[in-house]
């Protein structure tokens, strides 16, 4: 094969990529950094994204900006599984639990960052698929019927999936709220 002709395609990978690239990055980090509450590690869950596609380890079959996105929570998810500790910015807007803002007192807002630190905690400690759905419904806002088709599944398995996941986050925000007791 001639060099000429080698580069035509390499050439049009670099293009689709970079085109790919402008039209989902900023969903692809804002999703991350909803999950991880670090700019920092939001950024670097984007950029494993987007190698991996760059790497040809990972080619969307067809909807490149659903898999990005779902690329994108199971990273930051999978960031925090291996973390195992708390990231340093409260989840409190994302996650719809009261945020507590200027003027209120320094209790309440130290209290608003810990409950956010024991969400992140507790839902790295869920089965993977059930973190994704609850990302999807209560971090991203997502109804189950579009989690159902994102996912490739029924509604009422998302139904099932999603009171199990609220479930056993409640349970462990408990456990939590006694060990700090």
Do not use: C
């Not at 035509?8 to 690239?21: K, M, Q, W, Y």
């Not at 990055?25 to 999950?35: C, K």
């Not at 507790?122 to 609850?134: D, K, T």
Request: glycine share 6%; proline share 4%.
């Amino acid at each position: 094969m001639a060099v000429g002709s080698m580069i035509a395609p390499v050439t049009e990978i670099r293009d689709s990529l970079s085109r790919l690239f402008r039209e989902h990055h900023r969903r692809v980090l804002t999703a991350a950094y909803r999950i991880t509450g670090s700019m920092a590690d939001a950024e670097d869950v984007a950029q494993a994204v987007f190698l991996r596609m760059a790497d040809g380890d990972a080619t969307p079959a067809t909807n490149a900006g659903s898999y990005l996105y779902r690329a994108a929570i199971n990273g930051a998810l999978d960031l925090l599984r291996r973390r195992k500790a708390a990231p340093v910015a409260p989840i409190e807007d994302a996650a719809n639990v009261a945020y507590v803002g200027h003027g209120s007192s320094p209790e309440a807002e130290a209290s608003s960052r810990e409950l956010g630190r024991w969400l992140r905690l507790a839902i790295g400690e869920l089965p993977p698929r059930a973190a994704e759905m609850f990302t999807l419904r209560y971090l991203e806002e997502l109804g189950n019927r579009e989690i159902a088709a994102l996912m490739g599944t029924s509604q009422a398995v998302v139904a099932v999936t999603l009171h199990n996941a609220r479930s056993r986050l409640k349970k462990r925000l408990r456990e939590l709220e006694e060990e700090k007791s």
